[in-house]
């Protein structure tokens, strides 16, 4: 990057949390440092829960998904109106009526001890583990500017988040995320424009979409049913609307989030700001990955878009078969450029056979360049075991870092980075309140001063994130980041989405029934997904049902042992 760029990405940053660490000063208590003392507005909630799901990871691996997937990944946010109708007439009075910093706190007096400190530890593993990628997904940017090893960078954006959290808290996260998202929205708008500015002269926004709906990437609706298609109308629909309902309504670190509205009617008007922007958001994040794409029909792509793995295979034994490819490569790249060129000139023309013809090559030639890439990736698994063989987060960073002029570069890398931030500042913020308020305040130490407990939400907020750190050092080998986020989610979130759904409406199954049925769904959870039985976004809703059925199950063999012994 330039001077200019630098300069742009760190004002930018540097601002932000000055701001932030300004406005949050003054936490005097653990209301003030978990739930800005409950006075936050509703566009300010509504940014809050944005921003806690707009990760870089969404930045950076999402233009790749569309880019190699096409449209397809958005039907995961069509059941995302659904649940928010449910949160707001159901989860959101209660939780606020009850007065509870974390979600857990109602299902002690709904159920018991153990089961609010089961549902809370499951929380803490997979939102360690979650929160952990969204710190890896930084890392990859400075990493490829810097050309320094991922490691430290790492520790370096881990440790930004960390100083900055510990000390503001709740409102520290609240105030920056506000900002974020505002400057997310007018980095979006810049980059589309300038994909669509850097295209051939002639070759407009609505050229673009031709190309990439000849070359399926548009597939935005998929309407068959197939339980093992990750992303079609009915996973979206079913499978995300689980999702999204154990994820905003039962996750901490979204809880969290409405928990600082003014009232029910701000926390309410905040969910459903999320719900009517968060789907168009998504859309146009997918979209700015197919004019990627297009983009790349006319210009010749790296054959692998992470420039580590590229660097170590130069440096290999390997270097002259990688020219090769390269080679190949290229070759079929200048091909395209042909055929994208013919196939805009008939599109143009409105001759459908001139277009079948370019169709037919640009196809082919796609499948070369395709081909080129797995036997790129051969030679990284010849190479050596810890060769990272998926690209996807690279793809829009690599485009970015080459294409854009000076300022716009590190204005766009600041928006992968604030993303990250405000993130990682929610995740790890609501890993440390559950930490205090379901384990700490709740066994260890119960009758603490005021200021005891909020020291000891500062320990835990820089003690996970450390531990989120340390994840983040291991996460290279996940694949595609978001697509391991929401299956990581996935594991869990269906079964505490069971429990909060029992606890509001089977008054008659206790806690005992819902502990038991809970240990039980999660080993099938996990054995069904280990064994590849189904897509990811249907495990969301098997273990919501299964979850409901067998402690309505074990509820009656609880409730008939019972009698029995009272007959004997």
């Known amino acids: 990057m330039s001077v200019i760029d630098w300069c742009v990405l760190s004002l930018t940053i540097l601002s932000i949390i000055a701001y932030g660490l300004w406005k949050s000063r003054g936490a005097k208590n653990i209301e003030g440092y978990l739930l800005a003392d409950k006075e936050l507005p509703w566009y300010q909630v509504g940014l809050s829960v944005m921003a806690t799901q707009a990760s870089a990871i969404t930045f950076m691996a999402l233009p790749g998904q569309a880019y190699g997937s096409g449209m397809g990944f958005v039907q995961l946010y069509f059941g995302l109106p659904i649940a928010t109708v449910i949160l707001c007439k159901t989860f959101i009075p209660i939780f606020r009526t009850l007065n509870v910093y974390t979600a857990y706190e109602y ?96 070759v407009g926004f609505i050229d673009a979409l031709h190309i990439a709906g000849k070359m399926d990437k548009l597939n935005t609706i998929d309407l068959s049913f197939d339980i093992n298609s990750d992303y079609n109308i009915w996973s979206g629909l079913i499978g995300g609307f689980f999702l999204q309902l154990s994820y905003l309504g039962t996750d901490q670190s979204q809880v969290g989030r409405y928990l600082t509205g003014k009232s029910i009617k701000e926390s309410r008007l905040g969910l459903i700001m999320n719900s009517i922007i968060k789907i168009p958001m998504q859309f146009a994040i997918l979209v700015i990955g ?69 169709q037919f090559h640009l196809r082919q030639e796609d499948t070369i360049t395709q081909l080129t890439k797995l036997e790129f990736i051969h030679l990284m698994e010849e190479n050596g075991s810890i060769s990272d063989t998926n690209d996807t987060n690279y793809v829009f960073l690599s485009f970015v870092t080459k294409y854009l002029p000076v300022g716009l570069v590190g204005l766009l890398i600041a928006i992968i980075l604030l993303a990250s931030m405000g993130s990682t500042a929610s995740g790890i913020n609501s890993l ?115 979850l409901i059925v067998i402690a309505w199950i074990t509820q009656m063999v609880i409730d008939i042992s019972q009698k029995n012994s009272n007959t004997i």
């Not at 939102?127 to 890896?136: C, N």
């Not at 983040?472 to 594991?491: C, R």
């Open 107 to 202: 299902l002690e007096r709904r159920f018991d001890t153990k089961t609010r400190s089961l549902t809370a530890f499951l929380f803490l593993l997979q939102r360690g583990l979650s929160t952990g990628l969204t710190i890896y997904a930084p890392s990859i940017i400075l990493s490829v500017i810097l050309g320094i090893n991922i490691t430290y960078t790492t520790l370096f954006t881990g440790g930004i988040v960390i100083s900055y959290i510990v000390y503001g808290g709740t409102k520290a996260v609240a105030y920056t995320q506000m900002f974020q998202m505002a400057i997310i929205f007018s980095g979006l708008f810049v980059a589309a424009f300038m994909v669509v500015h850097l295209l051939p002269e002639g």
């Open 290 to 358: 197919i004019l990627v794409f297009v983009f790349y029909q006319f210009n010749t792509p790296p054959v692998f878009f992470n420039k580590t793995e590229v660097a170590r295979i130069e440096n290999s034994p390997y270097k002259s078969d990688y020219k090769l490819i390269e080679t190949e490569h290229n070759i079929a790249c200048e091909q395209k450029k042909i055929h994208a060129t013919a196939l805009i000139a008939a599109i143009d023309r409105n001759d459908e056979q001139a277009i079948a013809i370019a």
């Open 432 to 546: 440390a309140s559950t930490s205090v308020i379901d384990f700490y305040k709740r066994f260890i130490n119960t009758t603490a001063n005021p200021q005891t407990y909020l020291d000891a939400s500062r320990w835990a907020t820089a003690a996970w994130g450390v531990f989120c750190v340390v994840i983040a050092l291991y996460a290279g080998k996940v694949g595609n980041l978001i697509e391991a986020v929401n299956k990581l989610g996935s594991l869990f979130y269906g079964n505490i989405l069971g429990i909060f759904l029992v606890a509001f409406y089977l008054k008659k199954v206790k806690g005992s029934a819902v502990f038991y049925a809970a240990i039980i769904t999660e080993v099938f959870v996990i054995a069904i997904w280990m064994n590849n039985m189904m897509a990811y976004l249907w495990l969301n809703a098997v273990g919501c049902v299964l």
